[in-house]
């Protein structure tokens, strides 16, 4: 399951994203990913070619008042995929909280899962940080194994973006 979800990248070279249209009269396209939604989007359409019981925002067993709701989870796994979206404001600890929070509340007494893979999408493209933050997540209980997929460089931030429209 890991191997393929670092295979993302590769993936990510067909990934629409086009200066010009590719046919005649048509419009070019731009795939932008500019949120968990969309990662989570994305992750889903890979995965259910090969997993048949993926599921989607599913609502897991109640912890107290708190009901926990999974990004994807493939019960014949007994595996979570928590996938987050590293904005470029956020310091990467707030990324470990989150996720510690989340496996918590996932793998709590009683739950049908056994492991999460983090799946985190980095909007800032900060490669520098992944190993620590890989090594950091690695060390929550529960963690069977963390995935960063950074940008791709074709595609702008959306900052970069909308500054540029600011300057028109």
Same mark, same amino acid.
């Given at each position: 399951? !890991?191997?393929? *979800?670092t295979? %993302?990248?590769?993936? *990510? +070279? $067909?990934?629409t994203?086009?200066?010009?249209? $590719?046919?005649k009269? =048509?419009t070019?396209r731009?795939?932008?990913?500019? #949120?968990?939604?969309? %990662?989570?989007n994305l992750?889903?359409f890979?995965?259910?070619?090969?997993?048949a019981d /993926?599921r989607?925002e599913?609502y897991?067993r !109640?912890?107290g008042?708190?009901?926990p709701?999974?990004d994807?989870? /493939?019960p !014949?796994?007994?595996? %979570? @995929?928590? @996938?987050?979206?590293?904005y470029r404001k956020d310091k990467?600890?707030?990324i470990i909280? &989150? @996720?510690a929070?989340d496996?918590s509340?996932?793998l709590?007494q009683?739950?049908?899962? &056994?492991q @999460?893979?983090?799946? /985190?999408w980095d909007?800032?493209? +900060?490669?520098?940080e992944?190993?620590?933050?890989?090594s =950091?997540l690695? #060390? *929550?209980? =529960? /963690?069977f194994?963390? %995935?960063i997929?950074s $940008?791709?460089?074709r595609?702008p931030?959306n900052t970069?973006?909308? #500054?540029?429209?600011? #300057? &028109?």
């Amino acid at each position: 399951m !890991s191997k393929l *979800l670092t295979q %993302v990248p590769a993936g *990510l +070279r $067909r990934w629409t994203w086009e200066e010009k249209p $590719r046919t005649k009269g =048509g419009t070019p396209r731009q795939w932008y990913i500019e #949120n968990e939604y969309h %990662v989570q989007n994305l992750l889903y359409f890979l995965l259910a070619a090969v997993f048949a019981d /993926i599921r989607e925002e599913e609502y897991t067993r !109640s912890v107290g008042p708190k009901k926990p709701r999974v990004d994807l989870e /493939i019960p !014949s796994l007994k595996l %979570v @995929i928590e @996938i987050k979206f590293w904005y470029r404001k956020d310091k990467p600890q707030k990324i470990i909280e &989150e @996720i510690a929070a989340d496996t918590s509340l996932y793998l709590a007494q009683g739950s049908p899962h &056994e492991q @999460i893979i983090a799946f /985190i999408w980095d909007d800032s493209r +900060r490669t520098e940080e992944h190993d620590l933050l890989k090594s =950091g997540l690695k #060390n *929550l209980k =529960g /963690i069977f194994d963390v %995935v960063i997929v950074s $940008r791709p460089g074709r595609m702008p931030d959306n900052t970069s973006v909308i #500054n540029e429209e600011d #300057n &028109e």
